[in-house]
């Protein structure tokens, strides 16, 4: 879809700028639009069909410079903010879902690697980030379900270090990431709160994962991880024995939610983008009309476009209260709430919008293809968790003003 400053040109109405990037960010949204183009999009389908983890894509990406994008350039990252992660993630999605979705999952290890681990952590890690290296995070448990915040593993005290044993259901990037960080208990912790963070490097010993085998996002390799005995050395602990929910509330769910929010948002773009281009192509012989010459299909075009741009006009707001919130210096935790508004309506118009777009392109749409992978791509938004029904209920009781969490 072409994007100029130009209000009017020719007769021809041209979409602002500023409605679709936040101001300050148009260079990076250009060099995202770019890796996506030629990069992204051509080893999508391959992901998609082969249920390829795309390596490449992420390698690609790294080298761009996008490996640390939330890390304060003092620190080695890009330091380009909520704002800039969130405008890469909806930029990228609208090429390959896989791709975003896993880079996504990375830039939330990454972060929390920054926020809870030692200056000497930062130093082990996140230079090799720089170059390439993938980080995942392994916290939803079988046991538990989308309640991901909630573990039944443990930790316990060997030697100078932990004896890990887990497992771990939906791992993006599983038996792919270099280090993963794992969500388990210390059950001798002194905290009320057992919540304890481990990182753990993919080659150790002991550590396993199984085929992921999807309806959409098949080149995440989200399956199963078993974590079977593994030492971890005290070194690797992020933070504390306990007390970890801090940096669930203020950077994983704030990153999580943003970023898949951004990737829900950009698929439901990309699906769209694809049938505005089919509309314009596809040619009727006998009435020597294309198919975007019929009011009815321009009208199902226009009711999309209007969601896909209040999912983003949200997105790019709340990301922007998150950058306002760190310099300020107050917790993420205060975003929470736009958080989830944002993310239930991101994993509801997706749906919708993926819908629309595959009518509309009629019996090609239906295919094997562009439209077709998006749709069910984008079906994962309302499922992963937390669902958008324990949201919807969060919600609920944030407006009737009782305890959201119990």
């Not at 130009?6 to 007769?11: L, P």
Request: glycine share 10%.
């Amino acid at each position: 879809m072409a994007i100029n400053n130009t209000a009017v040109d020719e007769g021809v109405m041209q979409i602002p700028s500023w409605w679709t990037c936040p101001s300050g960010y148009e260079e990076l949204q250009e060099k995202a639009h770019l890796i996506g183009k030629n990069h992204l999009l051509a080893r999508a389908s391959i992901s998609d069909q082969q249920s390829v983890y795309p390596r490449e894509s992420l390698k690609t990406i790294a080298e761009a410079g996008f490996g640390a994008v939330t890390i304060p350039a003092a620190e080695g990252g890009l330091g380009a903010g909520f704002t800039g992660f969130a405008v890469l993630a909806e930029s990228f999605a609208q090429y390959c879902a896989s791709s975003t979705m896993c880079w996504v999952m990375h830039t939330a290890a990454v972060q929390t690697l920054y926020s809870a681990g030692t200056p000497e952590q930062r130093k082990r890690y996140i230079p090799g980030v720089l170059k390439g290296e993938v980080g995942g995070l392994a916290f939803s448990e079988p046991a538990t379900g989308s309640h991901f915040w909630n573990v039944v593993s443990s930790a316990p005290r060997y030697g100078n270090g932990y004896l890990l044993n887990a497992d771990k259901s939906f791992v993006t990037s599983a038996g792919e990431a270099d280090w993963y960080v794992v969500a388990t208990s210390y059950p001798n912790s002194l905290e009320a709160d057992k919540l304890m963070f481990l990182l753990v490097k993919n080659a150790q010993d002991g550590v396993e994962s199984f085929p992921f085998s999807a309806m959409g996002l098949r080149g995440n390799s989200s399956g199963p991880m078993k974590f079977k005995d593994v030492f971890v050395p005290i070194e690797d602990r992020l933070g504390g024995e306990g007390g970890m929910n801090y940096h669930n509330d203020n950077t994983i769910d704030p990153l999580f939610l943003l970023g898949t929010a951004s990737c829900w948002t950009g698929i439901a773009q990309g699906a769209l983008n694809a049938a505005i281009d089919s509309a314009k192509k596809k040619v009727h012989a006998d009435t020597g009309k294309n198919v975007a010459s019929y009011q009815v299909i321009r009208h199902e075009l226009a009711k999309a476009q209007i969601l896909v741009d209040s999912s983003r006009s949200l997105l790019y707001r709340t990301a922007a209260g998150m950058d306002e919130c760190i310099k300020k210096g107050l917790p993420l935790s205060e975003c929470l709430y736009p958080l989830w508004q944002l993310k239930t309506h991101a994993a509801d118009i997706v749906i919708q919008v993926t819908n629309q777009a595959l009518q509309v392109s009629g019996g090609r749409g239906y295919l094997t293809g562009q439209v077709e992978k998006f749709l069910r791509d984008g079906r994962a938004g309302a499922l992963m968790g937390p669902t958008n029904e324990i949201l919807r209920e969060w919600i609920g009781r944030t407006l009737i003003e009782v305890p959201w969490f119990e």
